[in-house]
């Protein structure tokens, strides 16, 4: 079995290693990520300088590769004959934060199970629901958990899934939800500081929005101290709102007013 892992933490991540160490007995884990974090950069790709391959010792000594490039590129380079091929799998995480509701637009830990899928391959992303330094744990046995299961079933085409674990002690994860993307978003203020010439700067910040109160979301898995499993689709047309748009009229080609 191959496996091919990677985050957006980057490779001296602790929720990486915590993934590896969980994934080994399964087979062999190819373990490609970012030189250095990259948290919430989305699904950027290199597609303008050289992206360079360097190979790593990994902390449990077996050896990694860092890139100077996105979560997405891992994935590329990952299933490229350049490193023997098609994988079984493609894991992403164990990121440390949750990615819950719009997050998962953000996040380059999600991005890079979705390129698992672009490339038709079973993906799925798995993130402690905490910013603090955390015990990864019950996430990677979890992770082992889905690897198995994903092997066995699959997944359907242009289908991922995103997974969220909350951040308490295994004994406490009262079981599983499956859940929607909830609508977790934030207020995405924008602070204009000072800095010590008198220059402007600023800084994106944001406090998370209420989520909605939807009981079958990610969010609300969380808060009920379960592990949330959030089916994905790279299709994003709106089925509504393309029945409704030919009641708008408009017409091609139509005289200018
Ligand atoms: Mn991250």
């Known amino acids: 079995m191959k496996i091919l892992i990677t985050n957006d933490d980057g490779i001296r991540a602790p929720g990486l290693m915590a993934l590896r160490a969980a994934l080994l007995p399964l087979g062999e884990v190819l373990t490609i990520a ?18 360079r391959l360097m190979p ?9 590769f860092a890139i100077n490039g996105f979560p997405a590129d891992c994935i590329a380079l990952g299933v490229s004959e350049h490193l023997g091929g098609r994988p079984d799998i493609i894991i992403s995480g164990i990121n440390l934060g949750p990615n819950l509701g719009v997050d998962m637009t953000y996040s380059g830990t999600v991005a890079a199970a979705r390129e698992g899928a672009i490339c038709g391959l079973p993906s799925f992303a798995i993130s402690v629901a905490s910013y603090e330094a955390c015990d990864f744990r019950p996430a990677a046995e ?5 690897a198995r299961a994903v092997l066995e079933r699959g997944l359907p085409p242009g289908a ?3 997974v969220n674990v909350p951040p308490i002690p295994s004994s406490e994860i009262r079981g599983v939800m499956y859940t929607r993307q909830s609508r977790i978003r934030y207020s995405n203020r924008i602070e204009r500081r ?10 994106l910040t944001g406090d998370r929005l209420d989520h909605g109160g939807q009981p079958d ?6 808060e009920q101290n379960h592990i949330s499993v959030t ?3 790279l299709d994003l047309t ?6 409704d748009l030919p009641s708008w009229n408009l017409r091609w080609p139509d005289k200018v007013r």
Request: aromatic fraction near 10%.
């Open 217 to 222: 979301a990610d969010g609300e898995a969380i």
């Open 34 to 51: 970012p030189e250095r974090p990259r948290s919430a950069c989305g699904h950027a790709i290199t597609l303008h300088k050289p992206l």
């Open 142 to 146: 979890f992770a082992y958990n889905l």
């Open 231 to 233: 089916p994905v689709r």
């Open 194 to 203: 000072t800095d010590p010439r008198g220059g402007s700067y600023y800084w």
């Open 56 to 64: 790593v010792e990994l902390p449990d000594g077996g050896r990694g």
């Open 238 to 243: 709106d089925e509504t709102l393309l029945a």
């Open 160 to 162: 991922f899934l995103n």
